[in-house]
């Protein structure tokens, strides 16, 4: 519209040239509000958590639809399993969830126990390690959300402490496994290697400081105005929401719900520690926040229990055709097996070759039948549906990957919100795509 096009009357309105009312016209079309947009948000780094997709539409800054998109990362985890040995599934569940690599190992490793009814062999010291990998790799998975969280609201900070104290828990599971990330340390029968001296004095000493560094990451982000403002009243899921969405973990927690598998349905000895298990009412950002920050202290309770706990014995089930390594010992160099386990093996006891060789080669049969076991991993209740033939390999291994289950929630967290608001909320469920697209 031109200053010709348009004529001024003695009261001030314009008019179109067509004698039409030009303020009507404009009254009537209100771009902002009734033209929608649909944004790609990922797959991408950072902010949407690597390879999720969102597809949000919006009318401004309001989002009205948002879909999840997963896939991308199609690692082929559990097909892959099926052609390997039991005791090489280890190595390819350890890549699920990435963060929580001990978790992946040890829900695997339960079913296949479960399978071959071993469940009441497994030795005291082989439980007690296993809650102690698994609660540091809690506490170093939700340093992670809470690293990461921290970037994606502007809490930068954050992410230089979250990181430097993660650090130093996978230096303890170098010193325990010879691997920071994906272990498979966790064996069926035990675990793969004894924790050694060294590893010990690292995490008493890690639990001397670690209270401290919790209680500074509060006082770091609580009393933020701007973190405040982003997290609380955020992302709303109320439990009755997260039931219907098989929503499980801190999230559901922090709507309220005391539900945690390591008291309602304990495994490994849970059920002889002392722990509480952290609830909010609010169910938002803000309330996972704050489940997650207790859920530390908590751990670093239980792994001070299990330090208490760690008498000498076996780490392997006795049955030698099931425990591997078979009494396997490295070298004066640090490689390969110790000359008298090779001496042993090759010249002392054939039977102790041939078992050696099918445990390397062909590993143990399974007893045919299917079982389901679940355990209480950071982001939420790991599943494990594991069915044998009878066979060396596993005919099908099928995880319940919280992850995945939880992503339902963003739909109900994200509609009606702002788009900035579909940061905090995704973040906040702490979803890991290599569990999701495993």
């Known amino acids: 519209m031109t200053y010709a096009d348009a004529r001024e009357t003695t009261e001030g309105r314009v008019f179109t040239v067509t004698g039409g009312d030009w303020d009507a016209v404009l009254g009537g079309d209100d771009p902002i509000h009734d033209e929608k947009i649909v944004v790609n948000m990922g797959p991408q780094h950072p902010s949407t958590h690597g390879v999720l997709r969102l597809v949000l539409e ?14 991308y990362l199609h690692t082929g985890i559990e097909k892959n ?15 699920m969830d990435y963060l ?6 040890t829900g695997y490793c339960l079913a296949v126990e479960k399978l071959l009814g071993i469940e009441e062999q497994i030795p005291d010291r082989v439980n007690v390690i296993r809650i102690l990998m698994m609660e540091l790799n809690r506490i170093s998975s939700h340093l992670v959300w809470l690293a990461t969280t921290g970037m994606e609201l502007g809490a930068l900070s ?4 979250g990181f430097r104290e993660r650090e130093y828990i996978l230096d303890i599971f170098e010193m325990c496994s010879g691997l920071r990330m994906n272990m498979a340390y966790v064996r069926p029968g035990g675990v793969a290697q004894d924790v050694p001296d060294e590893a010990i004095v690292k995490i008493k000493e890690f639990l ?18 701007i973190w405040q403002s982003r997290t609380q009243g955020v992302a709303y899921l109320d439990a009755a929401g997260c039931v219907a969405l098989g929503i499980t973990g801190p999230v559901l927690r922090s709507a309220g719900l005391a539900w945690d598998l390591r008291k309602t349905m304990p495994y ?4 002889t520690y002392d722990f509480e298990v952290p609830t909010h009412p609010d169910g938002d950002v803000w309330a996972r ?3 997650r920050l207790a859920e530390m202290r908590e751990s670093l309770k239980i792994i001070q229990q299990a330090l208490d706990r760690l008498e000498p014995g076996p780490i392997m089930v006795a049955d030698r055709k099931i425990a591997w390594p078979a009494q396997l010992a490295m070298g004066s160099d640090g490689l390969g097996n110790s000359l008298e386990h090779v001496a042993k093996i090759m010249g002392q006891s054939m039977e102790s070759l041939i078992h050696h060789f099918k445990l390397v080669t062909e590993g143990f049969r399974v007893p045919a039948g299917q079982v389901f076991t679940e355990i209480e991993a950071p982001r939420g209740t790991l599943g494990v549906h594991a069915v044998s033939s009878g066979g060396t390999r596993p005919y099908r291994v099928h995880f319940r990957e919280p992850s995945f289950i939880n992503l339902q929630a963003i739909p109900a967290m994200a509609e009606g919100g702002l788009l900035a608001d579909v940061i905090a909320g995704g973040a906040s469920l702490d979803p890991v795509m290599g569990g999701c697209d495993r």
């Open 58 to 71: 919006l009318e401004g800054e309001t989002v009205t639809d948002a879909r999840t998109v997963v896939g």
């Open 81 to 95: 399993l099926e052609y390997r040995t039991w005791t090489q599934g280890t190595t390819f569940v350890t890549r």
């Open 100 to 105: 929580a690599p001990i978790f992946n190992e």
């Open 158 to 161: 954050m992410m230089i402490y």
């Open 208 to 225: 001397g400081w670690m209270p401290d560094r919790i209680n500074m990451y509060e006082d770091l982000l609580s009393g933020s105005p």
């Open 268 to 271: 490994s000895g849970y059920e």
């Open 289 to 291: 926040y704050q489940v």
